[in-house]
């Protein structure tokens, strides 16, 4: 298990790096401070897999930042200590046994956070000979991310527009909302959550019309790249990201038409008419197949083309017949970008429009002729930025002097109105034609939810506060929907009448929340517990903030295979053991039994006479050597058995994932996925895949 771990936590800390490599330390409360390099020795020693857990939660908890000490010499360290919050902090030995420097140490340092902000930290470490450090390139790390939320009643909802009341409320309990999207006239509604996507009626509200259950329900509960869902406008093609793959759907049934492997993405686009798909991805520069733009047509799960930036791709948007796409990079890229479908060779590449921050959202008209930007903020850096596929040159911008955030965006197909949202809620209208706001709202909540009605007539908004507001432009109307958790995600159905909702944390991820409970110091009475970090590969801390809990009567996501008292014998499958405990006994049975019969001949443990000794009676010895060779034979069996059924028990509880093929893997036939990547065909599979496929 130790050796194992720093695997898990280096595959945690590389899931999150992306957000990591754009955290900006001049946010409000943080110290603002240059750390020069430290000089390379060859002395060295090494810090790595470091980290603090849980990457995310309520104040009040415990979370612990760690790190593991090497030296290639054996070195014990002059010292180990964090840069916190401005402060250097010595870090203690985790096992003050453990002297084993060559092979790693673990350090660490426990904090409880008693009000909401940002904690930014680094470690450094000398050996008295030369210095490293761990979390920091040209800023601290940021973590954990504190929320006043717990996240525990997520839900996906729709809200008609005429009465604003929810016609569709569905609980997804810890399950964040990662995407919600809306057929035109509002009947379909497909959504992405942790572990599930959703196909819903809205005309039938009371349970979904069908789900896909993601990977088996394992993974992370949190974080900021959340995948994403889009659907086709009539309602009939429906687009999602999921654990490290896309998946295609028809409306009528929840096995995917194909899947294909990206890695992780922000977010995924469809055109109106169905026709094509894309995706925007997250990943490395030195990677070049990641940071990617995809475009598929939906006959083919081969992309027509890929395109790779040094940024992180943070957002994807096609017009309306497909023909043209734009999307957005972090850094250290930073820039807008316009595609044709024809080609992979950008007809825009804008210059870099912030000095270090993210392009967060793009969007396109219909007939794909301009798009808007908007950014992360920052110095240098406008909030929204409107391009025609004809110029890399903005053919306007607007600057709020304020540089926050923006991660809410949205324009009207024809291209006539832009309105955008900064994360701290000043929300504005634009018209295409000029760069100046016509109407201006205030929101008291950290803003990130967003979306306008195709005729401009309605802006609907979700943040920190518990609800979506809805703004109509015309009448300056204000009116409000209450949740009980961060409203993540928001669509307006084309025709304006509904607006679909979704709970979760994802964009307010390392921003400071706008929220009552802003400044709140908390007595923390009572000191929240996570999951040890040590049952990681045991289920039960894949949650991010909140562990699973085993024995709270609730069967959740990833206590499938670990949690017998709560999912039951229904839901989790064990080896069968006894027989081949039995049958190891008769094996041990059968070796005493002959040895006692040969001391009784040997020792004369009867005390009979001489006359009388008893002599060794071959056909008891052979009797009792078939009992053992029986007994043994069917130990053999049974171990075999065990682990043959506790192999087929894995596969059945975890459905094979998109995006983790292995060469020479086959796909898994009777999993109701077709995996045409693995092999699987209709002639070869007809469980998975049928002949539309």
Avoid at 603 to 627: A, C, D, G, M, S
Wanted: aromatic residues 10%; glycine residues 10%; proline residues 6%.
């Amino acid at each position: 298990m130790k050796k194992l771990l720093p695997i898990i936590i280096l595959f945690l800390w590389l899931l999150i790096s992306p957000v990591y490599a754009e955290t900006k330390e001049y946010s409000s409360g943080a110290p603002a401070r240059v750390f020069p390099k430290l000089p390379k020795t060859p002395d060295d020693p090494v810090l790595s897999n470091g980290g603090v857990y849980p990457m995310w939660g309520p104040v009040c908890q415990r979370y612990t930042y760690f790190t593991y000490y090497s030296d290639k010499e054996g070195r014990p360290p002059e010292y180990v200590r964090m840069y916190f919050n401005g402060k250097w902090l010595d870090v203690q030995k985790e096992n003050h046994n453990d002297n084993d420097y060559r092979n790693g140490v673990k350090y660490s340092y426990k904090f409880v956070p008693n009000k909401i902000g940002p904690n930014f930290f680094f470690f450094e470490a000398s050996n008295g000979l030369g210095k490293t450090r761990e979390g920091i390139i040209d800023s601290p790390g940021n973590g954990p991310v504190l929320f006043d939320a717990d996240f525990l009643n997520n839900e996906i909802s729709v809200v008609e527009r005429e009465t604003e009341k929810k016609i569709l409320s569905y609980p997804t309990g810890r399950e964040w909302v990662g995407g919600v999207a809306l057929s035109d006239d509002g009947r379909w509604l497909a959504t992405k959550t942790s572990f599930h996507i959703y196909l819903f009626d809205t005309t039938k509200p009371e349970q979904p019309t069908w789900e896909f259950l993601i990977g088996g329900g394992g993974g992370m509960v949190g974080g900021d790249v959340k995948g994403g869902i889009a659907i086709s406008g009539d309602g009939t093609k429906i687009f999602a990201s999921a654990g490290d793959s896309v998946f295609l759907f028809d409306k009528a049934k929840n096995q995917p038409i194909w899947q294909y492997p990206i890695g992780n993405a922000y977010n995924v686009a469809i055109s109106k008419d169905g026709q094509y798909v894309a995706a925007a991805t997250a990943g490395s520069e030195d990677n070049l197949n990641s940071n990617l733009l995809l475009l598929w047509n939906v006959k083919s799960s081969k992309p027509l083309w890929q395109y790779h930036a040094s940024g992180n791709f943070h957002d994807v948007t096609l017009s309306g017949d497909g023909s043209f796409l734009a999307g957005s990079t972090g850094c250290p890229d930073r820039r807008a970008y316009i595609f044709s479908k024809d080609s992979n060779n950008p007809l825009v590449k804008s210059e870099m429009l912030t000095y270090d921050s993210p392009i967060s959202r793009a969007k396109i008209t219909a007939d794909g002729k301009i798009a808007a930007f908007n950014t992360d903020g920052g110095p240098k850096s406008k909030l929204v930025a409107l391009f025609s596929k004809d110029s890399s040159q903005p053919l306007w911008q607007y600057d709020d002097s304020l540089h926050r955030s923006s991660r809410a965006l949205a324009i009207t197909p024809d291209g006539e109105f832009i309105a955008v949202a900064n994360m701290v809620g000043d929300v504005y209208l634009f018209n295409k034609n000029g760069g100046q706001p016509l109407s201006k709202w205030k929101i008291n909540a950290t803003t990130a939810a967003f979306d306008m009605a195709d005729d401009g007539s309605l802006i609907a908004v979700g943040g920190t506060d518990y609800k979506v507001h809805l703004l109509e432009v015309t009448s300056q109307k204000q009116s409000e929907v209450s949740f009980e958790e961060f409203v993540e995600e928001i669509d307006v159905s084309a025709n304006g009448k509904y607006i679909a909702a979704g709970t979760g944390g994802s964009p307010y991820f390392f921003e400071e929340i706008v929220s009552p409970n802003k400044d709140k110091v908390y007595t923390c009475e009572k000191i929240i517990e996570p999951t040890p970090m040590e049952q990681l590969n045991a289920g039960g801390g894949l949650s991010g903030g909140q562990g699973a809990t085993c024995g709270d009567g609730k069967c959740e996501a990833q206590e499938i295979k670990t949690c017998a008292e709560d999912c039951g014998q229904g839901e989790i499958s064990k080896p069968m053991k006894l027989p081949g405990m039995i049958f190891g006994f008769g094996v041990l049975g059968s070796v005493l039994a002959l040895g006692i019969y040969l001391a009784i001949i040997r020792f004369n443990l009867l005390k009979r006479p001489p006359e009388k000794l008893l002599k060794i009676n071959r056909k008891i010895v052979v009797l009792i050597l078939i009992f053992m060779a029986i007994f043994s034979a069917l130990t053999i069996w049974a171990i075999v058995f065990n682990k043959t059924k506790s192999k087929i028990n894995l596969q059945e509880s975890e459905p094979s994932m998109g995006g983790e093929f292995q060469q020479g893997e086959k796909g898994i036939c009777g999993n109701s996925l077709c995996e045409p990547n693995l092999g699987e065909t209709k002639d070869n599979c007809p469980k998975d895949c049928s002949g539309g496929d």
